[in-house]
T-cell receptor, first 116, second 111 residues
């Protein structure tokens, strides 16, 4: 149980274009999802908290207009990297939880974004 | 916001028991301690979670002292496939349980 699916697993895009990454909870409803970014040989950095039916909460230093998050249903959150640049190339990972409480969060398999 | 500190890396040999300690001095009363394993180019995978004393599951044990300011993940008889980065996380119970990752511990298991 508690499976989180992330799509695509990798994507290459041209500089200036936008890329959408999907995060789905397959067997539970996720009122809250989180988006992380991970650069090579570094730890995961929390980007934002995605709440179903409301605006996402972004961590300090994360541009909300560049990283658009939509959590329109209890099973799907999307992260759109707008006007991507080579420095946005990274590994993006989502995680999900059914709700508040101290659960073991489930992480997606990640999306490798390469901007050329 | 509870911050965690772990050794950057550890080496071990196949068949040995490995203990990875994590420091979390300002853990909150409601916070749990959770450990994750991450392989390259994959999302973190849940290993074990605990609040106090000892927790054991099929893959690991978690030891938490009474003051809860640290915790130790114990992996019995590691194999080469246990080579990965291990993260200790403390749940920020008052803020939608956001997890902030520390540096993690890179475990290298040698034959």
């Amino acid at each position: 149980g508690a499976v989180v699916s992330q799509h695509p697993s990798w994507v290459i895009c041209k500089s200036g274009t936008s890329v959408k990454i999907e995060c789905r909870s397959l067997d539970f409803q996720a009122t809250t999802m989180f988006w992380y970014r991970q650069f090579p040989k570094q730890s995961l950095m929390l980007m934002a908290t995605s709440n179903e039916g409301s605006k996402a909460t972004y961590e300090q230093g994360v541009e909300k207009d560049k990283f658009l998050i939509n959590h329109a249903s209890l099973t799907l959150s999307t992260l759109t990297v707008t006007s991507a640049h080579p420095e946005d190339s990274s590994f993006y990972i989502c995680s999900a939880t059914p709700g508040t409480g101290n659960y073991g969060y489930t992480f997606g398999s990640g999306t490798r974004l390469t901007v050329v | 916001l509870a911050k965690t500190t772990q050794p950057i890396s550890m080496d071990s040999y196949e068949g040995q028991e490995v203990n990875i300690t994590c420091s979390h001095n300002n853990i909150a009363t409601n916070d749990y301690i959770t450990w994750y394993q991450q392989f390259p180019s994959q999302g973190p995978r849940f290993i074990i979670q605990g609040y106090k004393t000892k927790v054991t599951n099929e893959v690991a044990s978690l030891f938490i002292p009474a003051d809860r300011k640290s915790s130790t993940l114990s992996l019995p008889r590691v194999s080469l496939s246990d080579t990965a980065v291990y993260y200790c996380l403390v749940g920020d119970g008052g803020n939608f349980n956001k997890f902030y990752f520390g540096s993690g511990t890179k475990l290298n298991v040698k034959p």
